[in-house]
């Protein structure tokens, strides 16, 4: 949110004297916030005795000794070195926004900054991130975040993969804080089909092509973007040559796709069994699985062969070419079972020169959290590049490393930093200083989310998933048991084929497992049935909002969707925010209600009598208007 900055909207004609009053009021707010809590309820968003495809608050913790006084010390230090005054520290209520949008992809609950606001304790800040950390909302939007990166890494979208099994995997990966190393060997070396093995579905994504494959990956894990190396030695950085960018593209050479129509059906399933679902890959978006949007997929798998080479495309030099490092060595092969090219390229990977993969997430994080990086691009690391802020990144780096790779310790660590909890502002300087964060427009999936919180949208859709809790429950029991009975089988079916390293690979059956006990009679199944249908409409239209969010790529066609799209006019028309907005009796206390839950924060006196007039109606047109108006307003939709 905005800390000092005017709050602009967009003029429609049908709402103008709103909007103008809007942007008059808010823009000249230069107040302090004020602590102020009010007695208001958003309904049940966690429950951990509720099943699993509902909001909780049970994910893993992650190590949660954190580097804090690394970061601090360091700039503490620059900035005193630089001239440069202490930054201010952002209030609670700018704080819990901006924790909240970075690390569960939404704006915060009344209830969560009620308590918060509240909340005397000295370590509240760093005891409000441990929560977010353990909701399962955070597994939900890093696992859109993965995969928003995966998909980024092409200009225009591949053919044939299932972003929605892709989904499935990296929500998993995040709910059970996967090592960063572990991701990147599941991303780049796992052979598997994309209909139940999400992590295949990035050599699916870039159609097999080895150069692709490479590129992609070194995009991803490593910061570095290596295309100008493939028609021709790279022209600026001479470490990189042509032949090095083929080298780490032949040991993507021996990549088969399987396509399921046309392989036997047993050979299929011999070589790609499945075994169902883990249940961290079942998001709690509310709406249910149907709220993933992408979708997709054929019945096509990614394997290795045991022979292929790749041939220099290049007719005055044409050779077989040997699986080199980026430097130019060569990769001793292996032989051990299912340890293949690919296998070997993601160990290259992550134990890349100087510490490489780890700085291209930590690099990463910290702009997915503060907006600030080490280079200036997500991809812009290179022998020559500027790196902002070295012996920073280098420490940071090291104990990430030392953490074991945990992306929830890097988290903490930069969520409780002076840097993280500096004020928003658009003074150019700071990219280089940081003693301010820039101030960002929502990505897509925090705008849909938020949209859906401040409206009220999200608490009638849930309401609906808190009805149908015995139909879900029943449903993971199912999903559990039959997990339970395709893991035996496809290790036997595996064992007895040509493949038989890859039954190592399988899960174990959980013998501990009890299934939720429940008893639904015809009629009530009848009643849960139909609400559960209502429910997955509900999802599927979130999803449909979620996927005209990221095609809209112009600031212009950003704008329009979200002003003009059918989205933003259903989440308030069948949302309780209207609704809830009447029940105050007095103009202020609806004023309140609206800032805290739009803005998470209390309106300024200049504010307050500025709007009380459009708050003072008992029409509901009139407080719909004023919803509209703000959220359309920058401060709701920036951070």
Known sequence: MLANGPIDAIVCTKIAAVIEQVVYSIGMNKSLIILVALSVFTGPLCAQDLPIRLPHTDLADGKSTVSV????????????????????????????RRASLTINGVSPTFEELQSFANDPAKNKRSAFVDKLLKNSRYADYWGFRLRQWILELREVKGQGANFTTLYNYTRKAFAHNYPWDKIAY???????????DGRSNFGIYFDGEANEMSDAAVRLFLGQNIACAQCHDHPYVDE????????????????????????????????????????????TLIGGESAIDGGGGE?????????????????????????????????DPTNEPGKNRRWQFARWLVGAEENQFAKAAVNRIMVELTGHGFVDTLD????????????????????????????????????????FQTIASDDD????????VPIRQLNSDQWVDSVLRSTGKEVTVLATGLDIADLLKEEENNRIAKRHELIPVAAKKIQ?????????????VDESWKPHEISIDDE??????????????????????????????????????????????????????????????TAEDRLQFLFLRVYNRIPSKHEMAALLVFADSDEPSKIKDLLWAMLQSVEFQSF
Request: charged content about 25%; some cysteine.
């Open 69 to 96: 006084d690394l970061i601090d010390d360091y700039f503490k230090q620059y900035w005193k070195q630089n001239k440069i005054k202490k930054p201010k520290a952002v209030d609670d209520y700018t704080f819990a």
């Open 186 to 196: 599941d991303i780049v070396a796992t052979q598997g089909a994309i209909k139940w």
């Open 240 to 283: 990189w040559k042509q032949e090095s960018y083929w080298g780490l593209a032949a040991f993507f050479a021996r990549v088969e796709m399987w396509d399921g129509n046309v392989v036997a059906a047993e050979r299929f399933d011999e070589r790609f069994a499945d075994i169902g679902r883990d249940e961290r890959s079942i998001p």
């Open 299 to 331: 019945n096509r798998a990614i394997a290795d062969n045991t022979d292929a080479e790749l041939e220099m495309p290049d007719p005055e030099n044409p050779k077989t070419v040997v699986p080199t490092t980026l430097a130019g060595r060569v990769m």
């Open 380 to 419: 812009g690391f290179s022998p020559i590049a500027t790196v902002h802020h070295e012996s920073l990144l280098d420490q940071l780096s090291h104990q990430f490393i030392e953490s074991g790779y945990d992306v929830k310790w890097l988290i903490r660590t930069i969520a409780n930093s002076r840097v």
């Open 429 to 436: 300087s700071a990219s280089f200083h940081w003693n301010s």
């Open 496 to 508: 007895q084929g040509d493949f038989s390293f890859l039954a190592d690979e399988l899960p174990v």
């Open 524 to 585: 009530q199944r009848k009643t849960l049935i139909e609400k559960r249908n209502a429910y997955t409409e509900a999802g599927k239209q979130i999803a449909g909002a979620r996927d005209k969010a990221r095609a809209s790529s112009s600031p212009t066609s950003v704008a329009l969707f979200r002003m003009n799209g059918d989205y933003i006019n259903q989440c308030i028309d069948t949302g309780n925010t209207v609704a809830e907005t009447l029940e105050y009796e």
